[in-house]
């Protein structure tokens, strides 16, 4: 199967392909500097040049392939919201169209549980409401991008299907101690649990989407077995007194930050080859 990844330098995308060309895939990869993409090269993946803001250097990237993961993602917390906007919804669509006009017949687009909100009162399923209007710049950039990729799947039969990631991690990736910090800006609370997924666990749905039929304009979760809290994520790392305010309050909703992932194991057979933080740890391979 020749398929194309976009984000590939990206924390995700540097750990995705070697994983798909060790499994035999054919991958073609899109990169803005050929430089950074070394590494991906020398393993076998064949870049094309091209710019998500230039629809005109898509074609190149999508011709004679046979499917995308599509993880290219642009997320600042508190800056550049033009960027985010562009790059999560303005880029993806002009990626799907260059995909139709090419007859590419499978598009796996790549989201994020920060699409949910909260209120629930149960853990988030892809059938719950989400927030086009978010005032979260990449929460709302990519809602709007899943809803106009799904109604080009009913409009014009466009086989895309949706994975809401957790909080990816694992692989060495610095996306732990990247975010402590933000846990206290965000005034989140030390007892509120953060849903996980093994940077294996992503490369095991990502395939099952690329290979299972009959899932065509649908959204699924992933995430590990069992949700950690903030207090134990940053306790893992010694940052417990960065991370919160001493003088917070209650808990409000327990539900926060917690997915379903029953849909994706029933109907595609997933099952967490890292169940826990815990398990990743004890196996050296955070």
């Not at 927030?131 to 950039?141: E, G, L, Q």
């Amino acid at each position: 199967m020749k398929i194309l990844v976009t984000g590939a330098t990206g924390k995700v995308g540097s750990r995705l392909v070697p994983r798909m060309l060790a499994k035999g895939y054919d991958v073609r990869i899109l990169v803005r500097d050929a430089a950074k993409a070394t590494a991906l090269a020398e393993l076998g993946a064949k870049l094309v040049v091209g710019d998500l803001y230039s629809a005109d250097t898509l074609p190149p990237a999508v011709k004679d392939i046979d499917a995308i993961i599509h993880l290219a993602a642009l997320f600042r917390t508190f800056t550049d919201n033009e960027g985010i906007i562009k790059t999560n919804h303005a880029g993806t669509m002009a990626l799907a169209d260059a995909a139709m006009a090419v007859g590419v017949k499978r598009f796996v687009f790549v989201s994020t549980s920060n699409v949910y909100g909260s209120g629930y009162r149960h853990p988030a399923r892809e059938d719950d409401p989400v927030n086009i209007n978010d005032p979260r710049a990449y929460s709302s950039s990519k809602i709007a991008a899943e809803q106009e990729l799904i109604s080009l799947h009913k409009s014009k039969g466009f086989d895309v299907r949706i994975l809401r990631l957790g909080f990816v991690y694992g692989d060495r990736d610095p996306h732990i101690e990247e975010i402590i910090p933000y846990l206290k800006r965000l005034k989140l609370h030390s007892g509120s649990r953060m849903h996980m997924v093994h940077h294996l666990d992503v490369a095991q749905a990502l395939t099952l989407l690329l290979h299972t039929d009959g899932l065509n304009g649908e959204l699924f979760n992933v995430a590990d077995d069992a949700p950690i809290s903030l207090y134990e994520l940053a306790d893992s790392v010694g940052r417990v007194a960065d991370a919160f305010d001493p003088e917070e309050g209650p808990l409000t909703d327990p539900f926060q930050g917690i997915m379903d992932i029953s849909k994706l194991r029933n109907r595609t057979g997933f099952r967490p080859l890292v169940p826990s933080y815990y398990v990743a740890r004890d196996l050296d391979i955070l």
